[in-house]
């Protein structure tokens, strides 16, 4: 299974920005990063993990509604990373923000990156 590790998050003032990287251990026979489909999610206390969005290995992304218009995800495929660029952020956009395949491996999840958005 992969691993992952996502780095990038801190303490942003509503309206700002942030771009998240998540780096994906190197590939191996049982995991290709450049034709996996990754994800990225994100949690906040006493609530669910819901998906923020998704890129295929060619490049397609997916957004959850409430982040369409605001948030890119991209991927590096020479170097195992994808990212999650956020702009507009909104405190409600204040969370944990992970990264993992697409559907989620349980055995992927990272520690994750703390975003939080407040003035």
């Known amino acids: 299974q992969v691993q992952v590790v996502e780095s990038g998050g801190g303490l942003v003032q509503p309206g700002g920005s942030l771009r998240l990287s998540c780096a994906a251990s190197?590939?191996?026979?049982?995991?290709?990063?450049?034709?996996?489909?990754m994800g990225w999610y994100r949690q906040t206390p006493g609530k669910q993990r819901e998906q923020v969005g998704s890129i295929s290995s060619a490049g397609s992304t997916n957004y959850a509604d409430f982040v369409q218009g605001r948030f890119t995800i991209s991927r590096d495929n020479a170097k195992n990373v994808v990212y999650l660029q956020m702009n507009s952020l909104k405190p409600e956009d204040t969370a944990v923000y992970y990264c993992n395949t697409q559907p989620p491996s349980g055995g992927t999840w990272g520690q994750g990156t703390q975003v939080t958005v407040s003035s």
């Open positions: 190197r590939s191996s026979h049982r995991f290709i990063f450049r034709i996996a489909t």
